[in-house]
T-cell receptor, first 114, second 113 residues
Framework: AQSVAQPEDQVNVAEGNPLTVKCTYSVSGNPYLFWYVQYPNRGLQFLLKYITGDNLVKGSYGFEAEFNKSQTSFHLKKPSALVSDSALYFCAVRDNSGNTPLVFGKGTRLSVIA | NAGVTQTPKFRILKIGQSMTLQCAQDMNHNYMYWYRQDPGMGLKLIYYSVGAGITDKGEVPNGYNVSRSTTEDFPLRLELAAPSQTSVYFC???FGQGGYEQYFGPGTRLTVT
């Protein structure tokens, strides 16, 4: 079975500081990994994904994520946080060995304080 | 492109009533999905479709039905609404499975009282 964990319900960071939103996963094969962002009263928006290749993936709005196979992690990062980054962030995983559905984490609420 | 559209945005149902949540996409995506989002629980897959005429159950299908007569449309039917179906419902679509990202609609907030 595949699963994903976001260990922090809430992350607070000061504007201009670097931010990290954590994600760990479990799959039987190799993973496809995704990050989505949800602003209030909106649907989820795709940020970035890891399929294969370079472990550092760059995405929208200056976000990036690093795939670490040994630690089964895919943490989301941004060098300098903006107040407008405040939102709910979801990590999702799918095992690439079969036709399995995408599994989402419970989400991490990011608050960037001016 | 409008992307993924959903109607209605909000709805209040009485216990036992039925309704259909509409979803349409104009990206010619083969795959479409219905999720529900409950506070602190992430997204749970209700049903999905890999193409017109083909649907399959997700993690939480009980109390729901779907159909997919065209590539564009994927309505979700709630029969005999129950308070446990109070949630925010999201429709999504993707070009394929595997490493393809999903595109989400704006959601329908449903309250059953």
């Amino acid at each position: 079975a595949q699963s994903v964990a976001q260990p922090e319900d809430q992350v607070n960071v000061a504007e201009g500081n670097p931010l990290t939103v954590k994600c760990t996963y479990s799959v039987s094969g190799n993973p496809y990994l995704f990050w989505y962002v949800q602003y209030p009263n909106r649907g989820l928006q795709f940020l970035l994904k890891y399929i294969t290749g370079d472990n550092l993936v760059k995405g929208s709005y200056g976000f990036e994520a690093e795939f670490n196979k040994s630690q089964t992690s895919f943490h989301l990062k941004k060098p300098s946080a903006l107040v407008s980054d405040s939102a709910l962030y979801f990590c999702a995983v799918r095992d690439n060995s079969g036709n399995t559905p995408l599994v989402f984490g419970k989400g991490t609420r990011l608050s960037v304080i001016a | 492109n409008a992307g993924v559209t959903q109607t209605p945005k909000f709805r209040i149902l009485k216990i036992g009533q039925s309704m259909t949540l509409q979803c349409a996409q104009d990206m010619n995506h083969n795959y479409m999905y219905w999720y529900r989002q409950d506070p602190g629980m992430g997204l749970k897959l209700i049903y999905y479709s890999v193409g017109a005429g083909i649907t399959d159950k997700g993690e939480v299908p009980n109390g729901y039905n779907v159909s997919r007569s065209t590539t564009e449309d994927f309505p979700l039917r709630l029969e005999l609404a129950a308070p446990s179906q109070t949630s925010v419902y999201f429709c999504a679509s993707s070009f394929g499975q595997g490493g393809y990202e999903q595109y989400f609609g704006p959601g329908t907030r449903l309250t059953v009282t």
